[in-house]
């Protein structure tokens, strides 16, 4: 019975992912080229092998949460809490490894940390399903900051530089490439991987659509909900290795506003917040675009009140380019 | 389907149009300056729209336009180290010459301005320092003792020499206002201040309303209270506010921004505030524009011992810092008095 479910959604889903690649991947590539060529244009640092690889460092440690915050949207759901999971994680790990243990002990600790905040998330939504994503992780944002500026009041906790292994992860680099973007590539690869050829990925699609009816039909909606703001979680965790390593040092007000940035990432990639839409692939591509645009402005110097101006209008474009489509769309029948 | 396609090329090109126009069109305003030698000065504040660090970075901008040099200013859109470590990849990317910084965090910038030392570019800060590895050279406004004395002096003005006076801080933690505060302390311990009593160091966590009701709190609970401190830009105006309102006889002094405290400047009854400190946040900008130009020319290195000349700021002699670095420190807080305070507060 699941099974043919499940091949009856995947049939319907692939149909209009096609269409979706025909429209959504060409104007995102369009726009990532034309940012590039713009980039290019306004600035002589720009086209530098090295700079551009230096660049995705300025980006990527985030870009860890928009992988899951993808599932998430997908599912139609939203998890505001990621920024305040990262400092919680990377608070933990700074005070374990400041006790005395092992680098890698701390990391471990970090993780499970992470895991547990988004774990917590998905255990008040999946026992109490009636209540909204946005309220239960607006509270859960506020806890876990919370608990971290108990924990370190207002001091900071580093020495991690000290570990060069452990430095390495933001800093180093195999020829010219980092290491963290070899590993958010690699990542990226078995997300897109999950969500587009795997049951999973096809359940989501099918909870993202409508929930009500992928219950009926045999998917387990609530462990799929628990998994997916649990993963959140853990990859909000690997975002603070990754910031810890950059800084290291950590405070209890880092990460703030990461959740907003993910979001905007996951949704100019076209995975749209009303769930059961988009693709892996154009998440990654929104990636680079705001990354790369903010790196370009920011090598010619835009003052940053003036970037944020040009980058909330992007999104506001991208996020009214389908709905002008389906207005053309839905005019067209009436007049006729 | 044509004319999806269509409207989405459209929506495209609008977007490019857009960003180009607005990229192209503001670098140019932004790097300003002359393009006479191949040297780039960056200035790199702790966050966008706050006047202290508008007007630091006009000092910068005088003397280097006056020096001909070209210089990229900075301003991250939150304070926080993260933005600043994005903006110190960006100056790094661009090849720049020198990087001053006022540091959002101590520790937190270390690997990025290494790595920037790294690749030779010369690294001071101002204003706010971070940690001794991270920089070649702090300017710093002020020294802490000359804070603590200056304050600890004018308390002893106000109160006539005895009584009961109160600080009213910014947050537990915030690191220069407890230098301050200690050293207040020490300087008490001299004979000469035997008749002045601390009664409590309240904290008003920078927050404008936390600080008016802590102030009341300061009022109903010491009757006998004389004068309060506040070494805070917030809490010293809402403090100013919250006595002049209730004519209370209690003065003020402090650190204080002169444009918003104009109104409560005065020697008479009426105001609450009889004078206050602070020091120039134009002169730290030009002292850091000085301290850049010295360093890219090699002249000093940061080390301690050496000396420079900062045009009509006069001559400057580097010093070993608290924190294990080296400094060069401005000067004594300028005092803003009734007298002065008319052409101060349209300054700053």
Excluded at chain 1, 106 to 121: F, K, R
Excluded at chain 2, 149 to 169: F, H, K, P, R, V
Excluded at chain 2, 284 to 309: H, M, N, P, Q
Aim: glycine share 10%; with cysteine.
């Amino acid at each position: 019975m699941a099974t043919k479910t499940g091949r009856v959604i995947s049939a319907e889903q692939k149909f209009s992912w096609k269409r979706a690649l025909l429209r959504w991947e060409v104007f995102l590539v369009v726009i990532f080229i034309a940012v590039n060529i713009m980039n290019a244009c306004i600035s002589p640092y720009y086209l530098s092998v090295n700079g551009l690889f230096t660049a995705t460092s300025s980006f990527l440690d985030k870009a860890f949460i928009v992988l899951p915050m993808a599932y998430v949207l997908l599912l139609g759901e939203i998890d505001i809490s990621v920024g305040a999971t990262v400092a919680l994680s990377a608070c933990m790990l700074g005070i374990t490894f400041n006790a005395g243990m092992p680098m890698g002990v701390a990391v471990i600790v970090c993780l499970l940390t992470g895991s547990l905040c988004g774990a917590l998330n998905g255990l008040i939504l999946t026992k109490f399903t009636e209540l909204a994503p946005m309220i239960v992780t607006l509270g859960t944002q506020i806890l876990f900051r919370g608990i971290a500026e108990i924990l370190l009041t207002d001091q900071a906790t580093g020495g991690f530089n000290q570990v060069p292994w452990f430095k390495s992860l933001y800093w180093g680099k195999v020829g010219v490439v980092p290491i963290m973007f070899i590993i958010f590539i690699l990542c990226a690869i078995v997300f897109g991987i999950i969500m587009h050829c795997t049951t999973f990925g096809r359940r989501m699609y099918a909870i993202g659509k409508n929930s009500e009816a992928a219950g009926y039909s045999g998917i387990p909606v609530q462990k799929i909900r628990f998994l997916v703001y649990t993963i959140t979680g853990t990859f909000s965790a690997v975002t603070a290795i990754f910031l810890a390593s950059g800084m290291g040092s950590v405070r209890s007000n880092i990460a703030s506003g990461y959740e907003l940035e993910a979001i905007s990432m996951a949704v100019l990639g076209g995975i749209l917040t009303d769930g059961g839409k988009g693709n892996f692939p154009g998440a990654i591509l929104a990636v680079f675009i705001l990354g790369f645009l903010r790196y370009g402005l920011g090598l010619v110097n835009v003052p940053s009140q003036l970037m944020m101006v040009i980058i909330g209008l992007l999104l506001i474009l991208v996020v009214m380019a389908p709905n002008l489509k389906v207005g053309r769309w839905k005019a067209a029948p009436k007049g006729m | 389907m044509k004319k999806k396609i269509l409207s989405a090329i459209l929506c495209t090109v609008m977007a490019v149009t857009a960003l180009a126009g607005c990229g192209t069109g503001k670098s140019a305003a932004s790097a300003g300056g002359k393009t006479a030698g191949e040297e780039t000065c960056a200035i790199l504040v702790k966050s966008a729209g706050n006047p202290y660090n508008k007007k630091m970075i006009e000092g910068f901008q005088e003397i280097m336009d006056a020096q001909g040099i070209k210089y990229v200013v900075k301003e991250p859109e939150e304070a926080s180290a993260e933005a600043q470590i994005k903006m110190v990849n960006e100056l790094v990317a661009q090849g720049v010459s020198s990087i001053a910084i006022a540091g959002n965090d101590p520790d937190a910038l270390q690997p990025a301005l290494e790595e920037a030392m790294n690749k030779g570019i010369k690294v001071a800060c101002m204003d706010s320092s971070v940690n001794a590895d991270s920089r070649m050279l702090f300017v710093n406004q002020a020294g802490i003792d000359i804070i603590g004395e200056t304050l600890m002096e004018a308390i002893y003005d106000i109160t006539g020499g005895e009584g009961q006076w109160a600080i009213l801080s910014a947050t537990s933690q915030a690191t220069n206002q407890n230098a301050w505060i200690e050293s207040m302390k020490t300087v008490m311990q001299q004979e000469k201040y035997a008749g002045l009593e601390l009664v409590e160091v309240a904290y008003g966590d920078d927050e404008y309303q936390k600080s008016v009701d802590q102030t009341l709190a300061l009022l109903s609970n010491y009757p006998d209270l004389k004068a309060i401190c506040a070494p805070t830009t917030v809490g010293i105006m809402a403090a100013a506010k919250v006595l002049q309102d209730e004519s209370s006889p209690v003065k003020l002094t402090g650190l204080g921004l002169p444009s918003e405290m104009a109104d409560y400047i005065g020697d008479d009854d009426a105001h609450s505030c009889p004078y206050m400190y602070l020091w120039n946040p134009i002169d730290i900008g030009r002292l850091t524009a000085y301290v850049s130009l010295a360093l890219v020319d090699g002249s000093i290195t940061g080390a301690a011992g050496e000396t420079f000349t900062a045009g009509d700021l006069g001559e400057y002699t580097i010093t070993e810092a608290s924190d294990g670095g080296t400094e060069v420190v401005l000067g004594p807080p300028f005092a803003f008095t009734p007298d002065n305070i008319a052409d101060w507060k349209d300054v700053y």
